[in-house]
T-cell receptor, first 114, second 113 residues
Framework: NAGVMQNPRHLVRRRGQEARLRCSPM?????VYWYRQLPEEGLKFMVY????????ESGMPKERFSAEFPKEGPSILRIQQVVRGDSAAYFC????????????FGPGTRLTVT | QKEVEQDPGPLSVPEGAIVSLNCTYS??????FMWYRQYSRKGPELLMY????GNKEDGRFTAQVDKSSKYISLFIRDSQPSDSATYLC?????????????FGKGTKLSVKP
């Protein structure tokens, strides 16, 4: 499977717990983007990362959310002390080129906070 | 006013019909325009992308951009039941950033056999 991979596909967390979402980009891609899709809302950009660097985090909430893309391994979106409003589908996309509009999306992680 | 407006539908058409999907936008700085298809409970799939104004054709799909009107369209010819999905428009280019995509809410399309 050469596509973008995300895991887990479904994640249930109680309020106050931490959520970790993982994304492996397409083979050969080194640019990763995270988006959030709230119910009845469009996809919203959160953050753009290259290996070991955060390039654009203009869409990230200021508190509780963080993202990384280490030299080895998948990109991780971490949400600390989750609240019910964090329940959403989180999509990762990757691109071959730097800061590219040509992005390929993974299947998403559906986070439910109870 | 939202940056990108898209009629959510739902839009229902018979098989074989020509489908027209549209988005309007307010920010004249957008330079790149994309259409994605999203099946239920799946990730968005990139269909087409265009730069600036003009038309682009790919098989049964045609994308049009009219920057003077801040209006983009996706036409689907000879629509098939397998085209039933939500179609998302997306744009970028503000502040020189191509990768920060701004999405419409999506139009849900149903093609009836």
């Amino acid at each position: 499977n050469a596509g973008v991979m995300q895991n887990p596909r479904h994640l249930v967390r109680r309020r106050g717990q931490e959520a970790r979402l993982r994304c492996s980009p397409m083979k050969g891609h080194s640019h990763v983007y995270w988006y959030r899709q709230l119910p009845e809302e469009g996809l919203k950009f959160m953050v753009y990362l290259q290996k070991e660097n955060i390039i654009d985090e203009s869409g990230m909430p200021k508190e509780r959310f963080s993202a990384e893309f280490p030299k080895e391994g998948p990109s991780i979106l971490r949400i600390q002390q989750v609240v019910r409003g964090d329940s959403a589908a989180y999509f990762c996309a990757s691109s071959l080129l730097t800061d590219s509009y040509e992005q390929y999306f993974g299947p998403g992680t559906r986070l439910t906070v109870t | 006013q939202k940056e990108v407006e898209q009629d959510p539908g739902p839009l229902s058409v018979p098989e074989g019909a020509i489908v027209s999907l549209n988005c309007t936008y307010s920010n004249s700085a957008f330079q790149y325009f994309m259409w994605y298809r999203q099946y239920s409970r799946k990730g968005p799939e990139l269909l087409m992308y265009t730069y600036s104004s003009g038309n682009k054709e790919d098989g049964r799909f045609t994308a049009q951009v009219d920057k003077s009107s801040k209006y983009i369209s996706l036409f689907i010819r000879d629509s098939q039941p397998s085209d039933s999905a939500t179609y998302l428009c997306a744009m970028s280019g503000v502040g020189g950033s191509q990768g920060n995509l701004i999405f419409g809410k999506g139009t849900k399309l149903s093609v009836k056999p």
